[in-house]
């Protein structure tokens, strides 16, 4: 996964370069500042000396030396450990040397570390006692200002304060910074422009690296301080896929920018000393990616998850981006949950539901009993209350799970020592056990779990991970039966994350994880409640002007692991699972051809033929045009042999089209105002139409004439729906009308009476309406911007969704009623979850778009200008513009077959268009 990619990076790096050094080396938020080529020169019993060659780098709180030859440790001597510092035979450091020279400068210290002898990694060795170490400079004259920087720093290391140290490192730091600046000679190119420079700090897991960051009109570089790993980083902008703004020690100070769409491995993760470089730095990517990306957002990849075009590992690695978790920080590293409950079965049976772990629960409320007895301790809690003492991710956990691949990591983390064999990560099993039953342990997993390397289950780096209390050597991780190897673990995990149980139920750990239970009175009734500190906005660090305080608080919260960024404020929508096909048998069970596989029905064939046009819905072409209306048109309906076209015009009238003909054959006024839509009922006996003048006219074809009004609303008819008998009608006097009743055409009768089953109420003006398939929903439209969605089963409101700036001009629900997409005057596009009422995807447009049809995954919409727009809901995209009427497009037809298209707009025309495959 994306950790161990970096890390193999990080050894090719080194391997190129020959170093065994390395930023883990160091403290946690400690800085390497330089290096100096030099010898180390040991004394052999006073006679003669030996020099070892090697790199001797100068860091914030330790000196670290290097030897060019594997064989040999390196040394690390603490600053805070040192007796006395100066050039060598100088200022009363001993003179055990038979010859002291000018470029010679002596440490006498209390404890050295020993690391990494004949390069293998393993717990680090100290010697204790005093003793003194003498290196030699390559360049001699250097010997004071390196003696003056590690007395600096020797004081600094040594004062009582932790926060006092961090300060004085801090102004170290600064000045440095200060004195130098980015080397433009490192423009890839002459002709850049320079767009900003400032002071930064290279973040990668445990460390941080500070430098010079400067951007120009083509690429993005960052020059570390010190010249390591590599002078400069350089990033091509032209190359950036994603850019994130992080929180870093819970401070809005970092960005992380991707140059690939789907890996959560990114290309630099940067923390700024102050928010405004960051916010300045990120406004100039945007400013260049609005012209080559489409920004990504939860509800964006929400929706192509619940259609199955993101997998459940994907969408994860996706919400884990967007809610601030990265590998480059291991205290918000990417958070996975555990999905498999028997790790004890010989088998792995995915189809039974009691395989899988409750996902609708926190790990710490998995066990009831231990549960209670957590709870009980919760109500007995002072303020601040929290159920959990520890959390699910923390730096400590993850790299519980990584040891054997990033074993250096562990040794940073825990100044040089692996932890004890009993507590490492020996057994699948035996974790999960301790996840259940423990008291203190409710972690969850990491991506690795659900990726395809297999090192961090092996150790292949035949590491000594020290002996357990049974007296085996921790090697392996101990896999459970059903899996016949590590390859075989990870694939039955990655099928169960992707199974139809998880797929129902993933939605209910997102909503712990990052949704509405992460918090409040959500989160206590979920039992997930962590320490105040985890959750973002928990502590103000700005606010804390003790800097002992400040600095303890900042390293328990690093230390102890951070909730993720809240992503979601209402119930997270369920996944759509995929329906198996219906399959017609057409044989008879004496037919030999009995058991070969059956046909595909009708339906599917024309679900098919479906699914096809709406793939090639790019390649609409106009094949006729008429104007027939002396203003806008306003409705359009079709017979079922699609021959006669029904349009209703503001110009008052409703006219009868031929389309064989290419003829004009009726003509009708029902009165002096605008007709606003028009419907044909089964049959095709029958044309319905709404007006500006508060009514719903019915006008018999066979007959030619009115049959009926329905004079219903105390306003204009703005839209109308049919479905069984019933009809919808939408007003501007705020209400929706539901009526039962059948046409005098369809009863032989002079007049029918239709009676009012339902009134939905709303507070302003109703402009659009539509109905799901099965005319159980129905979703309306506001002057002010609202969409509502409405049970007509109890004629009661499921949702109200404010989500448009003005009025929404048109609405429908998905094929699968799963979801509803509306437009509006503001230019956006708005697909939400009819379940949950969720907000999903927003895409906007710099005009309005008036009208549309969808299949689901893509819209045919007709803008204000005039145009078509096709938009790939699923890319975040317009995927193309077909020029069409001369002023807005104002109502939109598509036969069943999705084969052919009519369009009416403000230019009084109707088009006639035809899908070309």
């Not at 570390?224 to 809005?252: A, E, F, S, W």
């Not at 700024?272 to 990120?282: A, C, I, T």
């Not at 919260?557 to 995929?578: A, D, M, N």
């Amino acid at each position: 996964m994306a950790f161990i990619r970096k890390k193999r990076r990080e050894q090719q790096l080194q391997l190129y370069s020959k170093e065994r050094f390395s930023l883990l080396l160091l403290n946690l938020e400690e800085y390497y500042f330089e290096q100096h080529t030099a010898n180390h020169i040991q004394n052999k019993g006073g006679q003669y000396e030996r020099k070892i060659r090697g790199s001797l780098k100068i860091c914030s709180k330790s000196v670290i030396f290097e030897p060019d030859v594997i064989s040999q440790p390196i040394i690390k001597i603490p600053l805070r450990d040192c007796i006395k510092i100066g050039k060598h035979g100088e200022n009363g450091s001993n003179r055990h040397f038979a010859k002291a020279k000018s470029g010679e400068i002596s440490l006498i210290f209390s404890q050295v570390y020993f690391i990494k002898e004949h390069n293998i990694v393993a717990p680090y060795k100290i010697e204790r006692g005093k003793m003194e170490y003498v290196f030699e400079l390559d360049v001699s004259g250097k010997v004071e200002d390196v003696v003056e920087t590690l007395l600096q720093l020797h004081r600094a290391s040594c004062l009582d304060k932790l926060g006092d140290q961090t300060a004085m490192i801090t102004a170290i730091l600064q000045s440095r910074l200060a004195r130098t600046s980015f080397d433009k000679n490192r423009f890839q190119s002459v002709s850049e422009k320079l767009h900003m420079e400032c002071k930064a700090e290279m973040v990668t897991p445990l460390v941080t690296n500070p430098g010079h960051v400067c951007i120009t009109d083509t690429n993005l570089y960052f020059q570390p301080l010190n010249g390591y790993p590599k002078p400069v980083v350089q990033i091509t902008l032209q190359d950036v896929r994603r850019i994130y703004k992080r929180r870093h020690g819970l401070m809005p100070l970092g960005l992380e920018v991707f140059c690939t769409e789907d890996d959560l491995c990114s290309d630099i993760y940067l923390k700024f000393y102050e928010p405004q470089d960051r916010d300045d730095l990120y406004f100039y990517i945007a400013t260049y990616l609005e012209h080559h990306v489409a920004e990504r957002t939860a509800e964006s990849y929400t929706l192509q998850w619940q259609r199955g075009h993101l997998s459940n590992y994907q969408y994860l690695l996706h919400l884990n981006n967007l809610a601030d978790r990265s590998c480059n920080d291991l205290s918000q590293y990417p958070v996975f949950p555990w999905i498999i409950n028997d790790y004890c079965s010989t088998e792995l049976d995915l189809s039974n539901p009691g395989t899988f772990r409750d996902l609708s629960r926190p790990v710490g409320a998995l066990n009831k009993e231990r549960l209670e007895r957590l709870l009980t301790r919760y109500e007995e809690m002072p303020e601040p209350k929290f159920v959990y003492g520890s959390h699910y991710s923390s730096p400590g956990y993850v790299l519980f799970y990584l040891v054997r691949i990033a074993p250096e990591y562990m040794l940073c983390l825990q100044n040089g020592r692996f932890d004890n064999a009993d507590r490492m990560f020996n057994s699948i099993a035996e974790t999960w056990k301790n996840c259940l039953d423990g008291a203190t342990d409710f972690k969850e997993l990491i991506p690795e779990f659900y990726g395809d390397d297999v090192s961090f289950l092996v150790n292949s780096l035949k590491l000594d991970l020290g002996k357990r209390q049974g007296g085996q050597m921790v090697d392996d991780v101990e896999l459970p039966p059903w899996a016949r190897s590590p390859e075989d673990f990870l694939q039955k995990s990655k099928d169960a994350l992707e199974s139809n149980y998880v797929s129902e139920h993933l939605h209910e750990w997102i909503d712990l994880i990052f949704g509405y239970k992460q918090k409040g009175s959500d989160a206590v009734e979920a039992h997930n409640v962590f320490h105040p500190l985890t959750y973002e906005g928990g502590v103000d660090l700005n606010s804390i002007e003790d800097p002992d305080e400040k600095v303890a608080m900042l390293t328990q919260i690093l230390e102890f692991g951070q909730t993720p960024k809240q992503l979601f404020v209402t119930p997270h929508p369920r996944r759509i699972t995929p329906k198996l096909k219906t399959v017609t048998q057409t044989c008879s069970p004496d037919d030999p051809t009995a058991d070969s596989p059956g046909e595909e029905s009708f339906e599917d064939l024309t679900e098919e033929s479906k699914s096809l046009a709406w793939n090639n819905i790019t390649k609409l072409q106009l094949q006729e045009q008429y104007k027939i209306h002396k203003e806008a048109v306003t409705g359009i309906a079709v017979s079922c042999n699609g021959s006669s076209v029904f349009t209703t015009s503001q110009d008052s009238t409703l006219k009868m089209f031929s389309k064989e003909s290419k003829m004009l054959q009726r003509s009708i006024s029902f009165s002096n105002m605008a007709l606003s839509s028009c419907l044909l009922l089964p049959g095709d006996a029958t044309v319905i139409s709404s007006s500006w003048d508060n009514n719903v006219y019915f006008y018999s074809i066979a007959f030619a004439r009115r049959q009926d009004t329905l004079m219903g609303h105390d306003d204009a008819v703005s839209k109308i729906c049919w479905h069984d008998n019933r009809l919808y009608s939408a007003s501007w006097d705020s209400t929706v009308k539901v009526w039962s009743g059948v046409p005098a055409e369809m009863t032989c009768t002079r007049r029918q009476q239709f009676d009012m089953l339902a009134e939905l109420e709303h507070d302003v003006s109703v402009d659009t309406i539509s109905l799901n398939a099965a005319s159980t929903l129905l979703v309306s439209g506001t002057k002010e911007g609202t969409v509502n969605i409405w049970d007509l089963t109890t004629a009661t409101i499921l949702h109200q969704i404010p989500c448009h700036s003005g009025t929404v001009c048109d609405t429908a629900f998905s094929p699968d009623s799963r979801h509803v997409l509306s437009t509006g005057e503001d230019g956006c596009l708005n697909v939400i979850d009819v379940q949950t009422g969720m907000l999903i995807s927003s895409l906007t447009s710099d005009e309005t778009q008036r009208c549309f049809i969808w299949d689901g995954n893509s819209v045919l919409s007709g803008s204000q200008s005039g145009e078509l727009l096709v938009w790939d809901l699923l890319g975040g995209k317009i995927s193309e513009r077909i020029q069409g009427h001369a002023g807005a497009v104002t109502c939109i037809w598509m036969n069943e077959q999705c084969s052919s298209v009519i369009t009416g707009g403000e230019d009084r025309q109707i088009m006639f268009w035809k899908l070309q495959y």
